[in-house]
């Protein structure tokens, strides 16, 4: 999969008619994007042969090195990895992740942070031309929890153990040059149908018409089994051509076995498997925890080389 063109990141890796994906959790269909710039991010990599990488997961862990075949990489663009040893491309690799490091990897460190402001409406958010990463997930997956890791603020984005408190599109500006976009929850079963539907139409309404929006980070709970809803998530997402990076939360949680639950590499393996059906090839992801901070730095690196690029192109 190789990143090509970006300035709205739409990728080329969803659904075995390029663009397309099986029918989604949502209704609303945009036949014509409104940016087509970025259309090409992903694409085969069906010349090389598969080889399978080890990739180290963080060492709290107790898990054995997850192997990732050569056609499940995430290539950035302008990297060319065809006659790399597997050794030193399994170093490239971010680690708990499918993504390898490319030249734009840089100024990942956030070194200042500042809420902006909250909108119903796309067009009442920040106007400045800054590209932005959004976040957004089941209820209770802990999104707000991801975003203070992230810059390193235990209230920037504040937390609650009721889920659905998020009812806005929250602005973060971040060392003054791009944005941290936090989206309402979905899943939420107690929140008003109302309130819901609102949700679900100015999201998808970012979402589709977002001209600086680079990628969108779909966070997965991976302490427990796949979700119908998660799924449904990330087929609206590929079919409506919305680049997509998925983070896979709470993987420090770890289930005993005789009480029937999986680990987190167990869980992920299983959605993985799922969105085949939805994915031409596999998109990027990486494995987080807030609490330990794994997949922190990972998470940076990754935004970072997809903005520089984006602001490149």
Not at 96 to 120: C, E, H, M
Request: proline share 7%; net charge positive; glycine share 4%.
């Amino acid at each position: 999969m190789i990143l090509a063109q970006l300035p709205r990141l739409r990728l080329s890796i969803f659904a075995k008619s390029h663009f397309s994906l099986a029918s989604s959790h949502f209704n609303l269909i945009n036949p014509n994007p409104p940016v087509k710039l970025a259309r090409t991010l992903f694409s085969n990599l069906a010349t090389v042969e598969p080889i399978p990488l080890p990739v180290s997961d963080s060492s709290h862990l107790d898990a054995a090195p997850v192997e990732i075949p050569l056609d499940k990489l995430f290539i950035p663009p302008e990297t060319d990895i065809s006659g790399e040893e597997p050794s030193r491309l399994a170093a490239r690799i971010l680690k708990g992740s499918n993504i390898v490091l490319s030249k734009y990897a840089r100024d990942a460190q956030v070194v200042q942070a500042d809420y902006v402001k909250s909108s119903v409406r796309t067009e009442d958010c920040p106007a400045d031309g800054l590209p932005e990463f959004a976040l957004v997930g089941r209820s209770n997956v802990g999104k707000s929890s991801l975003l203070n890791s992230l810059v390193k603020r235990k209230r920037l984005a504040l937390t609650s153990k009721k889920p659905g408190k998020t009812q806005c599109i929250n602005h973060f500006r971040i060392n003054d040059n791009w944005y941290l976009v936090d989206l309402p929850g979905y899943g939420y079963a107690s929140a008003p149908h109302e309130l819901k539907k609102d949700w679900n139409k100015f999201t998808k309404d970012y979402f589709l018409n977002r001209s600086t929006l680079v990628s969108v980070f779909l966070l997965v709970d991976a302490s427990l089994p796949a979700k119908q809803i998660d799924l449904d998530y990330a087929s609206w997402l590929g079919q409506n051509q919305v680049p997509m990076t998925m983070v896979f939360t709470k993987c420090d949680k770890r289930k005993k076995k005789k009480n029937g639950g999986k680990r987190p590499e167990e869980n992920i393996k299983e959605f993985q498997d799922l969105i085949q059906g939805f994915f031409e090839t596999t998109p990027p992801w990486i494995m987080t925890s807030s609490v330990t901070n794994q997949g922190r730095d990972e998470i940076l690196l990754h935004m970072a080389q997809l903005r520089n690029y984006w602001l490149k192109h």
